[in-house]
């Protein structure tokens, strides 16, 4: 690949340790598990060779980050939800939200552009701050769908059923990304790799356990095997051409509703 190790970038989430448990095992990678915001703020200074990202923050980064065509976060009933504690939201409710540069920052503000009290923290903290009333209603990701009910939230909004029943296109939440500055070559061998990472995660999964309960340890098992159920997927092997419809639809989107820049 290259002399110095390949410094690879992912979330500690079940469906990123699934896939890259394999790959992460091999002496020239150089791995650094952050939250997915860390990681898309991480992608403005370019400081990994390989990154998992937000699909909104690629699409700020793609004229220096690569989209590789595995290892997406992509498909059908995935979407992130908004949650409350119940009673109606109106333009002035505080919103908490899993990160600016997060998909699910962009599917609130295409679904509902009046929310303007927009607060920002990681997604692991998003519950708390609803039932404190710190916030009157919170987007939750990864495992909060699987959990949000048994702390007696109700759900306002499924962003990801109205992602789908407005363009009919899966969702795309997240994707692996290569510095463009490293050629084409070592993007094309890295891509086979990780390729190969998803498989064996897919073809013995039992071989994948002890690394993803590592970095997921307050997680229970059950919802562990959800989260990479729901998020792990025949897009994950493949985007296809379907799956680079629904990114380019998002980047459509997001350009119309004025909402396509760094820091606006």
């Keep these: 690949m290259q002399d110095s190790p390949v410094t690879v970038a992912y979330s500690p989430c079940p469906n990123d340790t699934f896939i890259f448990c394999q790959l992460a095992q091999q002496p020239d990678v150089e791995t650094h598990l952050h939250d997915v915001e860390t990681l898309n703020r991480s ?32 498909g059908r009933g995935c979407g992130p939800l908004v949650i409350t504690k119940g009673g109606e939201l109106n333009a002035d409710s505080v919103v908490a939200v899993p990160g600016e540069y997060t998909t699910a920052h962009l599917l609130l503000r295409l679904w509902n552009p009046e929310f303007r009290n927009r607060i920002f923290m990681p997604f692991d903290q998003i519950m708390d701050a609803v039932e404190s009333g710190q916030a009157d209603a919170g987007v939750i990701i990864h495992e909060g769908r699987f959990t949000y009910k048994d702390r007696g939230f109700e759900c306002l909004a499924d962003l990801g059923e109205w992602w789908e029943s407005t363009t009919g296109q899966p969702i795309p939440l997240g994707c692996i990304a290569v510095r463009k500055s490293l050629g084409s070559a070592f993007i094309a061998r890295f891509e086979q790799r990780l390729k190969e990472s998803i498989q064996a995660a897919f073809d013995d999964s039992a071989s994948t356990t002890d690394y993803v309960k590592e970095h997921a340890q307050e997680l229970a098992d059950e919802v562990t095997s959800e989260h990479i159920k729901t998020y792990v997927n025949d897009f994950t092997l493949n985007l296809g051409e379907e799956g680079r419809a629904a990114i ?10 004025g909402i396509f820049c760094r820091n606006e």
């Design 248 to 257: 380019a639809k998002l980047q459509q989107m997001a350009k119309t509703a």
């Design 43 to 74: 992608a403005f200074d370019g400081e990994y060779d390989v990154t998992k990202l937000s699909f909104h923050a690629w699409l700020l980064v793609q004229d220096e980050y690569e989209l590789l065509n595995v290892g997406a976060a992509l």
